[in-house]
Each structure stands twice: as structure tokens, then as C-alpha cells.
């Protein structure tokens, strides 16, 4: 079982900085791979960001640049470094953890595990 916490969310101006943050804790939390969601009412939840147990990295092409995904892994969190932050990042963002398919990490389906969200308004 993996139990995630994510916060660090907040307002934002147009073309500033953000740091989330997801913690990770439970008996299979080593053993995952971990991502970052993001959810609108326009657009759904779509995948953002994610980290395979040895740090490779994939990126949703809207974030491509500006977003990095990184882990500490003693610590068991999960991080995401938002920059040059646009009103279209305004959304719920939540962490995941599961054991997707390597063609589908930025699926939602593939994840099992799921944080509260934390909101990031952009304006």
C-alpha cells in the first residue's frame, strides 16, 4: 500500500515559480514509479510529469521546459519545480504512484495510488 500527501500548491502570477511537493509512506513506496496529474473541468485529469525508480524522466509536451520532476528518495518525496507558470497550468495537481505500462506513463488508469490534489492557480 502507498499513502501520498501532496502540498506546496497556492497563486501564482503569470510567468512565476512553484515547488509541490508529495509525500510518500507505506509498505510498497520504494517500489513504485511516481507521476505528477493535473485536472480541469475543461480538459479532465492529464498527465504532466514521470519518474521511473531510476529518475528517468517523460514530460507532457505542454510542460516540456518549464516543469522538473525529482525525487529524494531517503526522504520518500516526490517533487515537482513548476517555472514560467501560464494561466492553462491552473488546475488540481496530484501525485500517483503504480506500475504503468512503459508506453503509457502519463495515463491515468495506470496509476493505483493517489494524493488528495493540491490546487495551483495561475493569473
Given at each position: 500500500?502507498v ?6 500548491g ?8 512553484l515547488?509541490l511537493?508529495?509525500a510518500a509512506?507505506?509498505s510498497?513506496a520504494s517500489?513504485?514509479?511516481?507521476a505528477?496529474?493535473r485536472e ?5 485529469r ?25 525525487k529524494?528518495?531517503?526522504k520518500?518525496?516526490l517533487?515537482l519545480?513548476?517555472n514560467?507558470l ?7 495537481y496530484?501525485?500517483?504512484?503504480g506500475w504503468?505500462y ?5 495515463e491515468?488508469?495506470?496509476?493505483k495510488?493517489?494524493g488528495?490534489?493540491t ?5
Amino acid at each position: 500500500h502507498v499513502q501520498l500527501v501532496e502540498s506546496g500548491g497556492g497563486s501564482v502570477e503569470v510567468g512565476g515559480s512553484l515547488r509541490l511537493s508529495c509525500a510518500a509512506s507505506g509498505s510498497t513506496a520504494s517500489r513504485v514509479c511516481v507521476a505528477w496529474f493535473r485536472e480541469t473541468p475543461a480538459k479532465g485529469r492529464e498527465g504532466v510529469a514521470h519518474i521511473s525508480e531510476d529518475g528517468d524522466t517523460t514530460y507532457a509536451e505542454s510542460v516540456k521546459g518549464r516543469f522538473t520532476i525529482s525525487k529524494d528518495n531517503n526522504k520518500k518525496v516526490l517533487y515537482l519545480q513548476m517555472n514560467s507558470l501560464k494561466p492553462e497550468d491552473t488546475a488540481t495537481y496530484y501525485c500517483a504512484a503504480g506500475w504503468p505500462y512503459s508506453r503509457r506513463l502519463l495515463e491515468a488508469d495506470e496509476y493505483k495510488y493517489w494524493g488528495q490534489g493540491t490546487q495551483v492557480t495561475v493569473s
